[in-house]
């Protein structure tokens, strides 16, 4: 998931003229695979015993990649239906915020539960 929200992160950064709706489509179809992902990897991580750390920080990837999707479908319809939302800039800065926030947790998660399933914590 860590590299799925980088390309994530990547992809809408990148300003090819005349490819821009492609790679906004594409931003967005990667966005509800890494929601789909996020549930997915909290209800796994909910199943072992893994520290209850972990479960928390997956539940609230989760959890931010659901307010992900709202945040990212403001800009989107935004840009689509060209309605001129007020505050736009607010929302796509809370939408770049919270993708950084979802790449952070997601990585430090893997890391902590490869850590976990290899008994590093224990001597």
């Known amino acids: 998931m860590v ?3 980088f390309l994530e992160i990547v992809l809408i950064a990148i ?3 005349g490819f821009k709706t492609y790679l906004v489509y594409g931003h967005t179809l990667l966005g509800l695979v890494i ?3 996020a549930f997915y990897n909290n209800a796994q991580l909910r199943k072992t015993e893994a520290p209850s750390r972990l479960k928390r ?3 609230s990837t989760a959890g931010l ?3 992900q999707i709202i945040l990212g479908m403001i800009p ?4 689509v239906l060209a309605i001129g939302i007020p505050f736009i800039g607010v929302v796509t800065i809370l939408h770049l915020m919270t993708a950084l926030a979802i790449i952070t947790q997601a990585s430090s998660v893997a890391t902590a539960y ?3 399933e290899e008994k590093e914590y224990t001597k």
């Open 65 to 67: 990649a659901a307010l």
């Open 57 to 59: 920080i997956v539940k």
């Open 15 to 17: 300003d090819v003229p």
């Open 76 to 79: 989107f319809l935004n840009a």
């Open 3 to 5: 590299w799925l929200a």
């Open 114 to 116: 490869d850590m976990w």
């Open 35 to 37: 929601l789909i992902l």
